[in-house]
């Protein structure tokens, strides 16, 4: 795709955000809920199925055009950015990569529409950065799996009709015997146990589930026997450019808020952007949202073109996330005691930016992909 092209994408997705999720951030952050009628406009828009090739039902685009989707949509209401970033790249993606024709044929068209909303099922109480610990277990009963445990942290949880669940089909004390499946949420034994209340991101439901003996035909199982734990880390390092580009969006708006907010607030005098110290802020803001989009780019574009981008992917979300998470506490502190009050933006930039240092890979497993990648190149 041309620059023009992309151009034209993000247009798109700006007026979409502007008029359909930016009047109602301060809403879906208060009552802790994104709209069924906005998720269904997602639908509608495309938004929910970007890379879905058109014979499966979806727009067709590439990697970058969903990293700009994501950031646009993140910048108007993080919440909404993270809904679909889970849904496309934690669900969609591994279908499109590992599934049978049949399983591509049966489930991408629903998920490209929004008919049905798409989760990633790894983390579990006892196992977080640690995948390889998890304790949940498929067992094989000759037509069907019938999967027994707890799974955490689950973004779209609550609104999730297809689930990529990860269990053990042998009992090993590692990553090995790790299997994956497609779990339809309607499937008895399966069950939401709580939705958490947390700091940010309070729009997305971030949910507890549990699998009581849930049936799995055979024929939903996701990639290789066994081979899941490549299918997870495979999923995972493309959902760490849609975090990074939520980070970049969530930055983009505490960053334009906070330059506004100084160019017209006025003490002693003059407007606060006059002082030294706030354009110093302000050019460091601006020059870490440069790099942030770079990096993310870069990775977007590595995928595109079918390269490795592990340790890209992992420098763009540790880069983004971090320089998020700093851009948005220094406009709270440009905005004094308005940006830490709910009648200001920037208070829910702040609690929202926190979390993209941490899901789909805290900033410390980022640093050990990294390095892991750097020793690999000269050994």
């Known amino acids: ?102 399983q591509k044929k049966k489930y991408l068209p629903r998920l490209a529409s929004g008919e049905h909303i798409g989760c990633f099922a790894l983390s579990e109480p006892g196992a977080g950065s640690d995948a390889g610990s998890l304790t949940t277990f498929a067992e094989d009963k000759g037509d069907h799996y019938e999967i027994t445990g707890m799974k955490n942290w689950i973004t779209n949880g609550r609104e999730a009709d297809i689930a990529i ?24 034994g399966y069950s939401i146990v709580k939705i958490e209340d947390k700091l940010g991101i309070k729009g997305s439901s971030t949910a507890q589930l549990a699998f009581d003996s849930v049936k799995v035909p055979k024929e939903n199982l996701l990639g290789d026997y066994e081979k899941g734990f490549r299918v997870a880390m495979a ?62 780019y870069e990775a977007s574009r590595l995928k595109d073109e079918k390269k490795n981008y592990t340790k890209e992917s992992a420098h763009a979300k540790l880069f ?36 993209t240092e941490i899901y789909e890979g805290t900033s410390e497993v980022q640093r050990i992909v990294i390095a892991a990648n750097e020793i690999k190149e000269v050994q």
Not at 171 to 188: D, L, M, R
Not at 345 to 353: G, I, S
Request: aromatic share 10%; proline share 3%; hydrophobic share 40%.
């Open 1 to 102: 795709m041309s620059l023009s092209d992309f151009q034209e994408i993000r247009d798109m997705v700006q007026k979409f955000a502007e008029a359909e999720v930016a009047p109602l951030a301060h809403d879906i952050d208060k009552n802790q809920q994104i709209p069924a009628e906005l998720i269904a406009k997602l639908g509608e828009n495309g938004l929910l199925g970007s890379y879905i090739p058109e014979e499966y039902g979806g727009a067709g685009m590439d990697y970058t055009s969903y990293s700009l989707i994501v950031e646009e949509l993140s910048k108007a209401c993080a919440s909404t950015g993270v809904l679909v970033s889970a849904h496309t790249s934690l669900c969609v993606w591994p279908i499109l990569a590992f599934g049978t024709e049949e």
């Open 165 to 188: 669940v990860f269990a053990k089909t042998t009992k090993t004390p590692n990553y090995k015997g790790i299997s994956a499946f497609i779990v339809e949420t309607a499937t008895e």
């Open 235 to 296: 999923t995972l390092d493309g959902g760490r450019i849609g975090i990074a580009s939520q980070a970049l969006g969530i930055a983009r708006a505490a960053f334009e808020y906070a330059r506004k907010y100084t160019t017209e607030r006025i003490q002693f005098g003059a407007p606060l952007s006059n002082l030294q110290g706030v354009q110093f802020m302000l050019a460091d803001m601006s020059t870490k949202i440069a790099a942030s989009k770079l990096l993310i």
């Open 320 to 355: 983004a996330a971090e320089a998020s998470m700093w851009i948005a506490t220094k406009a709270v502190q440009l905005c004094g005691g308005n940006g830490y009050t709910k009648e200001y933006p920037v208070e829910r930039y702040f609690r929202d930016a926190k979390i």
